[in-house]
């Protein structure tokens, strides 16, 4: 008589991490709690950096990331207004994804530095790929215009939030989302659910960005980069895990609205 087998599950981290316990740099890096302690310095540089430098004195604070305010709208429809919703929610279900993940208390030095070191490396080539593609679109980067008129450190705030807003729900809400509309309810492959939720992600990301041609319509080609920028994430989302992926973005965005700004300018 044949003995029941059990059904075995796909090996690597995925879009959740897997359910065995880790011990190697990239599973680790990939945890729930790893990924909290890690984002924490960008959580509070945006809630302290926006009190601080984005502020008008009339109407408070100003909220300059688009994903944020989506976020905060959603919590407004169930009568839950605050300004510091959606970071405390984002750490809420951090935290409990560990607890269900049975993983330990303990946090390893050495993997928060890898990740950091990690992101940075992830960053040099979506730079170079936007200096390729705005090469002859002068100024290099056309995003960093808008911010022309604000002090370094609203900047900087503003990289740190765009960071984990912009990825928290473009890649992970979405990405999730379709994954488990694929996957689970459809029944369809891992994936074709993790290819249909980035391109979805990659595009609404696109969307969200302002691509009006200066001549009137949609600039198509402006399109096409923040799009293929999507992927990027999407991809690095998908195969690297959410910190990895708010890092790099936050990295990028600094590098653009800092760094670049103030080396020509000198």
């Not at 990924?35 to 950096?49: A, I, K, N, R, W």
């Not at 944020?68 to 279900?93: D, M, N, Y």
């Not at 936007?130 to 056309?142: D, E, G, K, Q, S």
């Amino acid at each position: 008589m044949a003995k029941a087998t059990r059904p075995v599950k796909p090996k690597g981290a995925g879009l959740f991490g897997s359910d065995a316990k880790p011990t190697s740099y990239a599973a680790l890096s990939t945890r729930p709690l790893y990924v909290l302690c890690f984002l924490l310095p960008f959580m509070v540089l945006y809630e302290v950096g926006s009190f601080k430098y984005l502020r008008d004195s009339g109407r408070g604070v100003i909220e300059t990331i688009g994903a944020r305010k989506i976020l905060a709208g959603f919590f407004e429809t169930f009568g839950i207004a605050s300004f510091h919703i959606p970071p405390l929610v984002l750490c809420a279900v951090l935290i409990v994804w560990h607890v269900l993940l049975g993983d330990a208390w303990k946090i390893k030095g050495r993997v928060i530095v890898g990740m950091a070191l990690e992101s940075v490396l992830w960053t040099l080539p979506l730079l170079v790929f936007a200096l390729t593609f705005f090469v002859r679109r002068p100024p290099a980067f056309i995003g960093a215009e808008a911010f022309a008129d604000l002090s370094m450190p609203a900047r900087l705030t503003l990289s740190a939030g765009a960071g984990v807003y912009e990825e928290l729900l473009f890649r992970l809400i979405i990405i999730s989302v379709v994954h488990f509309i694929v996957v689970d309810l459809l029944q369809g492959s891992r994936g074709v659910g993790y290819t249909m939720g980035g391109v979805i992600s990659a595009v609404a990301f696109a969307m969200a960005h302002n691509i009006s041609h200066p001549g009137g319509g949609t600039d198509l080609g402006l399109f096409a980069y923040y799009a293929l920028a999507g992927l990027y994430f999407a991809g690095l989302f998908v195969f690297r895990g959410f910190g990895m992926v708010v890092a790099t973005h936050a990295l990028f965005d600094a590098v653009v609205l800092v760094a670049i700004p103030s080396a020509t300018a000198r």
